[in-house]
Nanobody
């Protein structure tokens, strides 16, 4: 059974930084692409960042390029999202996602999901 547990929830001021973590269990972590998505009330969940199973490819939404960095530590079965220069519009619930299929580049909506963690950026 796949389990994804996010941590790093926080309230920060605009311009601040925060790091989210997602610990995965239930499958061989290194075989699966990982990603982060976010959602605000009343809107659809949107893609934020992804990293391939091999770590050779990373992908970012235009809105976070240059500010967010996704990384993974296969020895710890954990994926991270380092966020800097945070803006109020980054406020959302952030979800960790694991691709259902092995050896992929990035997870899509048909992924395994964590429970989400709240990020709030005050102006």
């Amino acid at each position: 059974q796949v389990r994804l547990a996010e941590s790093g929830e926080g309230l920060v001021q605009a311009g601040g930084s925060l790091r989210l973590s997602c610990a995965a269990s239930g499958r061989t972590f290194s075989r699966y692409a990982m990603g982060w998505f976010r959602q605000v009330p009343g809107k659809e969940r949107e893609f934020v960042a992804a990293i391939s199973y091999s770590q050779s490819s990373t992908f970012y939404a235009d809105s976070v390029k240059g500010r967010f960095t996704i990384s993974r530590d296969n020895a710890k079965n954990t994926v991270y999202l380092q966020m800097i220069s945070l803006k109020p519009e980054d406020t959302a619930v952030y979800y960790c996602a694991q691709d259902r299929s092995a050896w992929g580049l990035r997870p899509n909506e048909d992924a395994y999901w964590g429970q989400g963690t709240q990020v709030t950026v005050s102006s």
